[in-house]
């Protein structure tokens, strides 16, 4: 057959294949079904070229990865998530803890991070407020203070318009320091952080009457991945000031959390999945939160579609090695 | 020589101190007080820092030298940043607030600068948050070109390494629960998502915990040449 009847064999197939879809699929599904099939298409055209031991050029690696991250974007893919037990270790502490708790949540990341560790902050922050846990912010990063304004006042206190502020939570904001800070605020919070952000004296502030340091909250949660970041926390304030600490980390750290799991760190929620998995028990456990924003299973779709990509792009460069390696032996 | 030996006192001394308080409780508090100490030195560094940037970019846009056109961005970046964040510029619903130059609500100085309406928080909301996870994002384009030549079973190591990446990136997907679902409960370890975690548990741990100890003896050991005046080489010189 020539180079013409293949591409005449290609276009009737792809009629075929559209055909199907219009009239098997409705409408609203047609744009998630078409992405897939331009995907998986395209994968399975690569993988049969491999045979030939042909290289696969940098350029259509990347298209693929646009097409994969694009297209759940564009057209929503959600899937079921089972909360891991380290995911569900975080859970469980905050909802076990008795209502009026003292919770500190530190923002410990930068734009970069935020799509992966931002959705787990809100989550928990929600969590906390929902369960009536008084709720301690702050930061280590500089960008930090500026991404936790943004979370409070665009997701985190929308759902929670009678919470007020300085009774239920509060916004101590970034210090400059990096561990140094942890290293005061573990003995005395008022002399590393004298006001909140809005320049209120912490003495003034009902949330700090029974909080003289970072050893009288009940539960830490630091979300992060960089230095400072979670694996300060643990070393200069849940260690020494016998605080339970969970982390909330980028996909890329996580591995560097387990070596203090479960004995220094109570819970590893990591990445995108581990935002997820949160938000799959929150909505679960309540109600409430039915109709929740959740950023962290809607990015799933494309992280799923991604991987397999990238997996697939794994097992055709397995096979034109070997390929190759049998055509040179021969 | 006071040049050398009074740095080497300092660091000798401090040093010393901050070991011992650990140890006598009275002295407890001298740890607290030493990093107040830092952060005040630490708003020097952050004058220095400052000034030494423009200076390196007025010197750069002075004498033409390549991508001075670059330094024009990041002067005009740099002072747009400090003054609308030292003045605390804000305009919500069309009222311009400039506290510190009389204008608008005088309370607002006491505001934070991450305030809605700030223009120190819309510049970081709709530049450098996006310029940022622009940049980060671009990271999945390179990891699976770079996956795609690097993990090739070349020997046994590189087989075990593929394996392992392949189970750890199936185990961070929900595809990875749905393939193998079927396993039965009494054989949950080996599901994908339990095999990927048992990955990070077991082999990671062992892994990260030998390099941590590593780090931990290396962090005591380059400590202890700097209190004891063995090392020196942050005072310029090339030998211990």
Redesign the interface.
Known sequence: MGKRHWILLGAIVAVIIIAAVLWLFPKERWGTVFSLLLVFGGLVALLLRSLYAKE?E?RI??L???VA?AAPILFPIT????P???VQAVFDKIENLPSGSTVLLSFDF??????EVQPMANAISRHCLEKGHKVIFMSLWA?G??????SL?DYILLGFPDKVDGVDYV?I?Y???NE??L??IV??FE??FPTD???VPLKDIRIFDDIASAKDVDFIMSIGGGMPGPKEWVLFVGDPGDVDVGVGVA?VV???M??Y?PAQVIGILG?V?GAAEYEYALKDAYPVFADMDTPGLRM?GP??L??????S??V???II??RGRRERKQ | MFKRRIPLFILAFVGTLLIVSVFIPPM??L??DF??F??II??FA?FLGGGNLVRIHFGKLRRRKKDWGFSIVTLVAFFFMLTIGLLKVSSVGGVWNIPLLGIGDPAAI???P???GSW??ET??YV??????T???LL??F???A???A????NREATLL?LA??II??G????G?ELTRWVPESFSVLQI?NMA?WI??SP??AG??AI?IGIGLGVVSMSLRLILGIERSYLGEDRG
Do not use: W
Request: a positive charge.
């Open positions: 696969v940098r690696i990347f693929f990865i646009l991250v899937f079921t998530e089972k891991t037990a380290v930068d734009p970069a991070m935020a799509p960008t203070q500026a991404l936790l304004s943004q006042s916004n904001g210090k400059a320091g140094g800070v290293n005061v003995s005395n002399k590393m952000v809005n320049s996909a996580a591995p560097q387990y070596p799991y990445g999945k799933m992280q799923t991604a991987h397999i990509v990238i997996l792009f794994i055709i460069g397995n090695y070997f | 407890e508090n740890g607290e990093t107040l830092f952060d630490a708003v952050f006491a505001a934070s991450t305030t809605e120190f928080q970081f909301n450098i948050n996006p310029l940022q996870s940049m980060y994002a999945a384009f990891v699976a070109s996956s795609y030549r993990f090739r079973a070349k593929l990446a392949f990136l199936l961070r997907t929900p595809f629960m998502p975690i990070m548990n990671n741990l990260q915990r941590l």
